[in-house]
Each structure stands twice: as structure tokens, then as C-alpha cells.
């Protein structure tokens, strides 16, 4: 059995990674993966921690918190496809007005 520690750690490494892509890159579509790898390493602690307490429900967390950020993601990508469609610019700094 690998060990908890192991778990957290890679996913702090997740959580950094999803944090400098979203402060380095412009990008909406890098901002977007990056929310995605945040969501992924906190659905690793949460099955982490379920394995180690047999009470905490963390499967069904996790269950939950797949379903959001696919959802997400669904919404997210269909307002940049809008934004894209109508300004021309997929990048977050020549977005300075949303109406068209």
C-alpha cells in the first residue's frame, strides 16, 4: 500500500502546477486546464484521506467534484467559444470589454 504522504505530495505538486499556469499563462484555454489541475489534486487528497478513515465518504466527494468540474468546463468553454466567435482574441490581456 502506498503511503498517504505520497499522495499529498503529488498533489501539492498538481496544485503548484495548476497555479503558475494560471498566473503565467494568457491564454483562457491554459487559465481553464489549470482550474482542471487544481480540482484533480484536490479530488486525489479527498481519496487519499477516504482510504485512511474508512468513514469519510470520499469517493462520493470526489464523484461530486468530477461532475462540477465538467460542468464547468462545459460552460467555460462555451463562453469563450462566444467571446472567441464575436472579439476575435482568445487571449485574457486584449479582453478589455465584453460587449461586442
Known amino acids: 500500500m502506498v503511503p498517504i504522504e505520497h499522495y499529498i505530495i503529488f498533489s501539492a505538486l498538481l496544485l503548484s502546477i495548476g497555479l503558475v499556469i494560471i498566473l503565467i499563462k494568457r491564454s483562457v484555454i491554459m487559465i481553464l486546464a489549470g482550474v482542471e489541475l487544481i480540482l484533480n489534486a484536490a479530488n486525489i487528497n479527498l481519496i487519499a484521506f477516504s482510504q485512511n478513515d474508512p468513514n469519510l465518504s470520499g ?7 468530477i461532475v462540477v468540474a465538467v ?9 469563450v467559444y462566444q467571446i472567441f466567435r ?14 461586442g
Request: aromatic share 4%; hydrophobic share 55%; proline share 0%.
Open 59 to 65: 469517493q462520493m466527494m470526489t464523484l461530486f467534484v
Open 71 to 79: 460542468a464547468e468546463s462545459a460552460v467555460a468553454l462555451a463562453i
Open 86 to 99: 464575436h472579439q476575435g482574441v482568445s487571449d485574457v490581456d486584449q479582453l478589455n470589454e465584453l460587449k
